[in-house]
Structure formats: structure tokens, C-alpha cells
């Protein structure tokens, strides 16, 4: 299959909304992935999943805070022994230094405590917009929608967004719904992705929202290209054989 290009254009809004309520129907117990016990954990855990599954790290996790399970023996933490717990994550190093970093952020500077504002949130090490948006949802319930690879896949196939940066289709996607469903539809994004809207190839024959998607006739007209372009190139191939083979004879 080649690459699917994403829609063009945008559905039009009455479309946006229904995608979305059909999404919501078919996720409605949606939350993040990753297992965490508290604010702390939460936020570590995102911090860890950068390029990496929630599955990897939930696996890696329980070593991590068994060992440190606050931010005081966090911050205090030599760096190589937590890049050998985190090693299986990706980045080990980088994102060691990051949580025992973050970690002293939050001893030094909130008490050892993680804020839930997203001043502050983003001003920890290693936390971005979207690291700080899923703790606020996820933690605090508070009003912020995450962009990951999944979200920003999937909000382009279903034509809710022509973003070229997170931010750009964080606003789209946050125009569509109230504050109160920033965070699930995060996660409604998110699950289809995982279980239907896959990369590199979507699985449009169970989708549920196929109908109104502008990504199926897409796909169709991908592959009606690649189809002819195969054909006219089939008999020139023949061409190039037919003299090797009179040889032979």
C-alpha cells in the first residue's frame, strides 16, 4: 500500500460532530493506557512514553517506582541506575536526566508536589504541551486536549483537521468540542487509532465512522493509481524480456 495522503480539505462541521458523537458511542469508557497511582506517577509515565508503547512502559514502570515512589527519592536518584531500569523505553538517557530533573523541579519548586496548572506544568524539565495536557486531563480534569501521533493521524484521516503542527490541530479539535470533552476526545482519538485507524493502513472495512470519513474514496483512488500505473508498465517489462528470451530459444 502507498502512502495514504491526508484529506485536503476539512468535513463540514455538521460532519465534524457527528464523527466525533460516533466515536464517543463506540469509546465510551475511554481513559489513558497508562497505569499510574497518583499525579506523580502519571506524570513520570508520560514523560516515558515519548516514542515509546504505553504497554512498554507500563511494564517498566513498577521497577521504577518501587525504587523511587517519590519525587524526593526521584530527585536524588543517580542517573545510571534509573537508565537501567528505563532502558527497554527508548532515549534512556535523555529521559532519565528528564524525570530526575523533573522530579527535583518539583521537590525545589511546588513542594513535591505536581501542579495542575499548565504554566507551571510546562515549566517542569522535560514536560511539554502535551505531557502537561494529559496529566491536566487525566489527573486533574481539567479542561486540555492532547496531541499525539494517534490524535494527529487520525483527526487528519477523518477530515477534522488540516494542521501541519499539534498545536494547529489542537485548536481544530478543541473549535469542535466543549472544554467539559477535550480530555476523551483525546482518548476516543487515540483508541480508534490504536484499534481501527491504524498506520500505515487504516482498516476502513470496520470503521464505524467510514461513512462519513473522506479517507476511504482516498485510499480507493490511491490504489486505482497504483493499479494502472502497475498496468502500463506490465507490457514495456515484457518488452524488455522478449529479446533475453528469443535468445535462450
Given at each position: 500500500?502507498?502512502?495514504?495522503?491526508?484529506?485536503?480539505k476539512?468535513?463540514?462541521?455538521?460532519t465534524?460532530?457527528?464523527?466525533?458523537a460516533?466515536?464517543?458511542?463506540t469509546?465510551?469508557?475511554?481513559?489513558?493506557?497508562?497505569?499510574?497511582?497518583?499525579?506523580?506517577?502519571?506524570?513520570?509515565?508520560?514523560?516515558l512514553?515519548?516514542?515509546?508503547?504505553?504497554a512498554?512502559?507500563?511494564?517498566?514502570?513498577?521497577?521504577?517506582?518501587?525504587?523511587?515512589p517519590?519525587?524526593?527519592?526521584?530527585a536524588a536518584?543517580?542517573?545510571?541506575?534509573?537508565?537501567?531500569?528505563?532502558?527497554?523505553c527508548?532515549?534512556?538517557?535523555?529521559?532519565?536526566?528528564?524525570?530526575?530533573?523533573?522530579?527535583?523541579?518539583?521537590?525545589?519548586?511546588?513542594?513535591?508536589?505536581?501542579?495542575?496548572?499548565?504554566?507551571?506544568?510546562e515549566?517542569?524539565?522535560g514536560?511539554?504541551?502535551?505531557?502537561?495536557?494529559?496529566?491536566?486531563?487525566?489527573?486533574?480534569?481539567?479542561?486540555?486536549?492532547a496531541?499525539d501521533t494517534h490524535?494527529?493521524?487520525v483527526?487528519?484521516?477523518?477530515?477534522?483537521?488540516?494542521g501541519?503542527?499539534?498545536r494547529q490541530?489542537?485548536?481544530?479539535?478543541?473549535?469542535?468540542?466543549?472544554?467539559?470533552?477535550?480530555?476523551?476526545?483525546?482518548?476516543?482519538?487515540?483508541?480508534?487509532?490504536?484499534a481501527?485507524c491504524k498506520?500505515?493502513?487504516?482498516?476502513?472495512?470496520q470503521?464505524?465512522?467510514?461513512?462519513?470519513?473522506?479517507?476511504?474514496?482516498?485510499?480507493?483512488?490511491?490504489?486505482?493509481?497504483?493499479?494502472?500505473?502497475?498496468?502500463?508498465?506490465?507490457?514495456?517489462?515484457?518488452?524488455?524480456?522478449?529479446p533475453?528470451?528469443?535468445?535462450?530459444?
Open positions: 500500500m502507498p502512502a495514504i495522503p491526508f484529506p485536503k476539512k468535513v463540514a462541521r455538521e465534524a460532530l457527528e464523527e466525533l460516533i466515536l464517543e458511542r469509546y465510551p469508557h475511554a481513559v489513558t493506557a497508562l497505569e499510574y497511582a497518583n499525579e506523580f506517577q502519571l506524570l513520570i509515565a508520560v514523560i512514553s515519548a516514542q515509546c508503547t504505553d512498554r512502559v507500563n511494564a517498566t514502570t513498577p521497577a521504577l517506582f518501587a525504587k523511587y517519590t519525587p524526593a527519592k526521584l536518584a543517580k542517573q545510571a541506575d534509573v537508565e537501567q531500569i528505563i532502558k527497554s527508548g532515549f534512556f538517557r535523555m529521559k532519565a536526566r528528564n524525570v530526575i530533573n523533573c522530579a527535583r523541579d518539583l521537590v525545589e519548586r511546588f513542594g513535591g508536589s505536581v501542579p495542575r496548572d499548565r504554566e507551571s506544568l515549566s517542569l524539565a514536560v511539554g504541551r502535551k505531557t502537561a495536557s494529559v496529566v491536566m486531563a487525566a489527573a486533574f480534569q481539567e479542561a486540555a486536549l496531541v490524535v494527529f493521524r483527526a487528519h484521516r477523518l477530515g477534522l483537521t488540516l501541519k503542527t499539534p490541530v489542537e485548536d481544530d479539535l478543541t473549535a469542535l468540542q466543549p472544554p467539559r470533552k477535550w480530555g476523551d476526545t483525546t482518548h476516543w482519538l487515540i483508541m480508534h487509532g490504536r481501527v498506520a500505515p493502513t487504516p482498516r476502513c472495512a470503521c464505524p465512522v467510514a461513512t462519513l470519513c473522506p479517507t476511504p474514496a482516498i485510499i480507493s483512488r490511491t490504489l486505482t493509481a497504483r493499479a494502472r500505473s502497475n498496468g502500463s508498465a506490465a507490457p514495456a517489462a515484457r518488452r524488455r524480456r522478449a533475453s528470451a528469443r535468445k535462450k530459444a
